[in-house]
């Protein structure tokens, strides 16, 4: 029998028996009516105006564990201290006429436990419809109880009940055992928590309905639900979901989603709340989030420029890539087609590339491209492509790309000082079997030249001529590597003055002044021949450039006490850009009579003293020769 029938059989009842027979609480009570009672599922207590027992029923004595001899003659015993207060209030409303059906409330048994139910209060009265008593129906809130014992009742009824009690039972059993959070809430209070959702918070139901909603629920949490209710309730609307933080017993941090919604209960508005822990779920969310995060700055950091494109617009760049084609930033790219990007050369083979990689899912291998920058300067790139399946739901390919320029530059280096290794070996072998000839050339010319002494002019030119063949030659050995030669402490600045002044003449003939500056300078270690020949070769350079006159500055000084400085500078012709490159390659000259050797040599000589040779050249305006010699660590 649910709260309700009770309800309305015992007040009827008793409104009957008011008309007619004695109905003070001390008189003894109907048959009919104790039989009611005892028949009653819910648990019903007779009180008189001093509030002391006076009688209760069998459902009373099951639910509190009480018998009748425990109760009788005291005071709401089963009501729990805290809420005595509010109960007295509910009586006192129920005696002044105001209905109190299934308030929410707790129920102390016998053992010290509490249970929830829904308390039922109304007052009894006499024929002169003075209050004698109250009645207290208490309905156990969804709790698994044992079938009714209505032996006064039709088998059809009892047929129909227990149909009733099996459908509400099967329904308590459900919600009592649902893997689910089940919630009631009516007019501001809790009115059911299932073990489930007690469990979710790490409490017993009975610990849990006695808890404070701060204790459970992260205040703006709190606020955001309650929000939530409130609108359920206003809107009459079925279902609103929401997302929560808690704090379990042990105050771990849970989450929890679950729907509010709004249902009839007792015949008033009230809110059902079910819901779940989804802790494990946040956290791996979170943890995905988290290392979606890394991955990406490794990504935006990465020294290598990276390309997302979709159908050929690109849809991310990173920090390389933006630098890599001279924008400012990312947006600057980001919408823009890679087209605008690639040489329009590279474009055919470029379309073809991508769509072998959407249609096969095979990468292509490196690919070269020529990359256009937005300055409209051309680089070298090689570019490695994938196709990524879900990057934020759409099909894309990912580019990796190199810039190639650096690689570019070392790989002439290399041919070049190949080019060097393979002249040098050569001159070396040629050298070596021209030497001996010479010298016989050269003694036999000096022995004629005493014999004929008529053409001792001639010879002379002879020999000159034989020396200076010996000159290149001994140019040629330079080049073969290694060369080990006699490394001494020598003044840079000397050694410029002996050259100078060995070719001032010359340079005066051709209207070229030579300005020196010298500054104080540590000694080096060096081959003071081989400098010299350095010298002779860069400042005879600087007089070709200039054939009516000028100008050559000369210059030395220290630098940072790491090594010295000599700068040649003239103001003659220059070399122009196209070919500057191309300026001390072997036997490269732009002169009828030039070997194309010399500044080959210069190089190979500075290089083999640790040092470097650095040419630069406007065209028209002049040329000038940076050569860096280091100062040794250790002083002489
Ligand atoms: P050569 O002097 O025999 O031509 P080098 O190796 O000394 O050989 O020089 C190579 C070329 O470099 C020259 O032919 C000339 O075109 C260019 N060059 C070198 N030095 C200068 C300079 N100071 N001004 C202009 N061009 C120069
Ligand atoms: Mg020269």
Request: with cysteine; proline share 4%; aromatic share 6%.
């Amino acid at each position: 029998m649910t709260t309700s029938m009770t309800f309305s059989l015992i007040h009827n009842l008793f409104k009957t028996s008011s008309n007619g027979e004695e109905t003070s609480v001390q008189a003894p009570i109907s048959k009919l009516l104790i039989n009611l009672l005892e028949s009653a599922t819910d648990g019903v207590l007779i009180t008189g105006l001093d509030g002391r027992v006076v009688a209760i029923n069998r459902a009373f004595e099951e639910l509190h564990g009480w018998k009748r001899e425990h109760v009788a003659g005291k005071l709401l015993p089963w009501i729990p201290t805290h809420l005595i207060d509010e109960v007295n209030q509910l009586s006192n409303s129920a005696l002044s006429g105001q209905s109190v059906d299934g308030h929410p409330s707790i129920s102390l048994r016998q053992d010290g436990s509490y249970i929830p139910i829904s308390l039922t209060i109304f007052p009894i009265a006499n024929s002169e419809n003075t209050h004698t008593g109250l009645v207290y129906v208490e309905t156990r809130l969804i709790t698994i109880e044992e079938q009714p014992r209505d032996k006064a009742c039709s088998v059809e009824s009892v047929r129909m009940k227990n149909m009733l009690m099996e459908t509400e039972n099967t329904y308590k059993n459900l919600v009592e055992n649902a893997q689910i959070g089940v919630y009631l809430y009516q007019e501001g209070r809790v009115i059911y928590v299932n073990p489930h959702l007690a469990q979710i918070f790490g409490y017993t139901v009975e610990e849990f309905v006695f808890q404070n909603n701060s204790n459970l629920i992260a205040k703006e949490d709190w606020i955001k639900l309650q929000n939530e209710a409130t609108s359920a309730l206003k809107s009459h609307d079925s279902k609103h979901t929401f997302e929560l933080r808690g704090t379990r017993k042990d105050q771990r941090i849970i989450y929890i989603e679950g729907t509010v919604t709004y249902i009839i209960y007792n015949g008033k508005p009230a809110v059902f709340v079910t819901c779940q822990e989804v802790t494990y779920k946040k956290e791996m969310e979170q943890l995905m989030l988290e290392s979606a995060q890394r991955y990406r700055k490794l990504v935006e950091l990465l020294p290598e420029p990276i390309i997302v494109n979709s159908n050929g617009t690109i849809i991310y760049g990173n920090i390389s890539a933006v630098q890599l084609v001279g924008a400012k930033c990312e947006s600057e790219i980001i919408g823009t087609s890679i087209f605008d990007f690639l040489h329009p050369d590279d474009h055919e083979n470029s379309r073809k590339t991508i769509q072998r990689i959407m249609e096969s899912d095979e990468p292509p291998g490196l690919q070269r491209r020529k990359l256009v920058k937005k300055s409209g300067d051309i680089v070298e790139v090689e570019i490695n492509s994938i196709r990524l399946h879900d990057f934020h739901g759409k099909s894309v390919v990912l580019s990796v790309l190199r810039d190639l320029t650096e690689q570019i530059i070392e790989e002439e280096a290399l041919i070049q000082s190949e080019k060097l290794a393979a002249v040098g070996k050569l001159a070396a072998g040629v050298a070596h079997e021209i030497r001996n000839p010479l010298t016989a050339l050269r003694g036999f010319c000096q022995l004629l030249r005493k014999k004929y002494s008529e053409d001792y002019y001639y010879f002379g030119i002879m020999i000159d001529e034989l020396d200076r063949i010996n000159m290149i030659v001994n140019d040629f050995m330079t080049l073969s590597k290694p060369q080990i030669s006699k490394f001494e402490k020598a003044n840079i600045n000397k050694i410029l003055q002996s050259v100078i002044s060995i070719l001032e003449t010359q340079a005066l003939l051709n209207n070229v002044s030579i300005v020196a500056t010298y500054n104080e300078v540590p000694p080096i270690c060096c081959e003071e021949g081989q400098l010299k020949q350095v010298f002779v070769n860069v400042i005879n350079n600087a007089i070709h450039a200039m054939p009516s006159g000028g100008e050559i500055k000369v210059s030395t000084t220290a630098k940072h006490d790491r090594h010295i400085q000599v700068t040649i500078q003239d103001e003659g012709i220059g070399i122009p850009e196209d070919i500057i490159r191309k300026v001390g390659e072997p036997f490269f000259t732009t002169k009828e009579n030039g070997t194309g050797l010399g500044l080959m040599i210069s190089r190979r000589i500075i290089e083999n003293h640790n040092g470097l040779f650095v040419i630069s050249s406007k065209e028209n305006l002049g040329t000038t020769v940076d050569i860096s010699l280091p100062i040794p660590l250790i002083n002489y």
